[in-house]
């Protein structure tokens, strides 16, 4: 058997989405930047696209741009609002996607932004007190940059409170939303959220294409220097195809989410009961309970000489999963997300994600596996 639990890094396409963006592959190649007919009729389906995205999370058209997936739209925020929104401090956490980390770390280094980490505790969940503490002490104009939901534990911030802490205190607000977009509800004003993010592929749809929401009282320049391209802020030819294919990927996936999300809820509680029923010693690192993503379990096995190669055995047995962020794959060191949560570092952490498409029979197949070569 073949099972993929590893949905977190990526989805499979679904094969509405491929149908939809077929045409734009084929027949419709124009340049949307041209102005006779092979042109606009591809400039018209990329702003039914933006109109889309905008819709579901509750923004204006104008308020999205298309990028070439979340690790732009972050580095376009963070940066962004560092060069072009007078921010002179980042306040931020330990757990956050590298490609987030990273752009912290260069505002600080490169840009001599002044940056601050929030105090987290051992599931991952972000001290919203001492948020508050953080933003209260100091004048300067700030960035509050705090994933929704963690891509490694799945632990969710409320996002809702969080913002309305940053609105408080007049700083803005960049979230990580790729885990969430079309698996939770999104609104953009209820959140007072001034950037968020998404990517294509990790809800069934293309690779090499996101969304950038900017809050239009906000808006930041173009990370990359070209052309005039969305509306003057992402330089470079539109990934036409693959914006289409995003947008039919989202609203099948809102169309659908409330009864995608009681499905994988099910599945994922079924998964940690067996493993508790199977093993003795099983952890979880981040929350199980609805204070977690439902698509993502990262379980902690105890140290032995056979989990030390535990991903690696699963693998031979058609068994597709992870040790952290896909991201940071075939990196030497561990999960910086679960050296942050304080947890023993000779335990074995494993994350399985799930979709739609997986079954009660792929995870007691996985539970199996796992009492065989544990």
Not at 5 to 23: Q, S
Not at 82 to 88: A, D, S, W
Not at 236 to 263: C, H, P, Q, S
Request: one cysteine or more; hydrophobic letters at 40%.
């Amino acid at each position: 058997m073949k099972v993929y639990f590893d949905n977190a890094a990526t989805t499979a396409i679904d094969e509405e989405v491929l149908e939809a963006m077929m045409p734009f592959l084929k027949e419709h190649f124009g340049n949307p930047s041209t102005i006779y007919s092979f042109g606009r009729e591809t400039r018209a389906a990329i702003e039914d696209a933006r109109k889309t995205i905008a819709q579901l999370i509750n923004a204006q058209p104008g308020e999205i741009i298309f990028t070439s997936g979340a690790t732009e739209s972050n580095n376009t925020a963070i940066k962004g609002a560092v060069n072009y929104l007078g921010v002179e401090r980042i306040i931020t956490s330990l757990l956050e996607h590298h490609c987030v980390e990273y752009s912290v770390e260069f505002c600080r280094d490169q840009l001599k932004v002044e940056t601050v980490l929030v105090k987290t505790d051992d599931k991952g969940n972000i001290d919203l007190d001492d948020l508050k503490n953080l933003l209260a002490s100091s004048d300067k104009k700030t960035l509050v940059t705090l994933m929704h939901a963690n891509n490694e534990i799945g632990t969710l911030l409320d996002i809702e409170k969080a913002g309305a802490i940053c609105k408080e205190y007049k700083a803005l607000f960049h979230s990580d939303t790729v885990q969430t977009f079309a698996h939770l509800q999104i609104d953009v004003q209820k959140m007072q959220v001034d950037f968020i993010s998404g990517a294509a592929h990790k809800f069934h749809g293309p690779k090499g294409v996101g969304f950038l929401y900017m809050r239009k009282q906000n808006k930041v320049r173009s990370l990359i220097h070209g052309g005039g391209q969305e509306r003057g802020y992402r330089a470079g030819t539109e990934n036409v195809y693959g914006i289409v294919g995003m947008a039919a990927a989202a609203k099948k996936a809102y169309r659908n989410l409330e009864a995608d999300k009681i499905y994988i809820t099910e599945l994922k509680n079924y998964f940690i009961s067996k493993l508790k029923e199977n093993f003795n010693d099983v952890d979880f690192n981040g929350n199980t309970d609805e204070r977690s993503l439902y698509t993502v379990l990262n379980v902690s096995f105890p140290p032995s000489d056979k989990s030390a190669l535990l991903l690696f055995t699963l693998d031979l047995e058609g068994i597709c999963c992870s040790g952290g962020s896909a991201c940071g794959s075939g990196a030497a060191a561990g999960s910086h997300v679960v050296k942050a949560l304080g947890k023993d570092e000779n335990r074995i952490s494993i994350r399985f994600s799930f979709s739609k498409h997986n079954t009660w029979e792929e995870v007691d197949y996985v539970v199996g596996k796992l009492k065989e070569k544990l």
